[in-house]
């Protein structure tokens, strides 16, 4: 029998409560990893700004083009995956200084690009897949113009 001095009421709610106190002790869940295609969609950003230097080289302003599509197709898809909290668009690149060699320097980070690209690929579910094969063919496609 329960003494006097506690009574039912007192009993039901240290019960309901038990779990509220657990509730509110345990710590948040830790922050997803990062979307892995957000590298990509910076190196596509940073890639456009490069290919905007070259003013002189006829196929930079293509190039500067197709990689501005990838920046922005990569883009939504992280936005898709994981909604931004808020709605600033990500943050532009600075222009980068211009090297000693741009076109290869752009040669460069094109192969950057495929290579990065084509790593990822693997882990990634299938429709995202498609998505980052197509860029990293597409920066293939762009680097032997560029040959």
């Known amino acids: 029998m329960i003494s006097e001095s ?3 009421r007192r009993v039901l709610f240290a019960v309901a409560a038990a779990p509220l106190a657990v509730a509110c002790t345990t710590e948040p869940p830790a922050p997803p990893p990062p979307d ?4 990509l969609a910076a190196q596509a950003r940073a890639d456009v700004a490069l290919a905007q230097t070259l003013t002189s080289v006829p196929a930079a302003a293509e190039i500067a083009k197709a990689r501005e599509t990838h920046a922005r197709l990569l883009q939504a898809e992280i936005d898709r995956e994981r909604p931004p909290l808020s709605s600033t668009a ?3 690149p600075t222009t ?3 090297p000693p060699d741009p076109v290869a320097a752009l040669r460069t980070a094109l ?3 495929v290579r990065d690209a084509s790593a990822v690929v693997p882990k990634l579910p299938a429709y995202r897949a498609g998505l980052v094969g197509s860029v990293a063919a ?3 496609s762009l680097r032997e113009v560029l040959a």
Do not use: I, K
């Open 6 to 8: 506690v009574s039912r």
């Open 36 to 39: 892995p295609l957000s590298a």
């Open 90 to 92: 990500p943050p532009a």
């Open 96 to 98: 980068p200084p211009t």
């Open 111 to 113: 192969d950057d690009a």
């Open 138 to 140: 597409g920066c293939a």
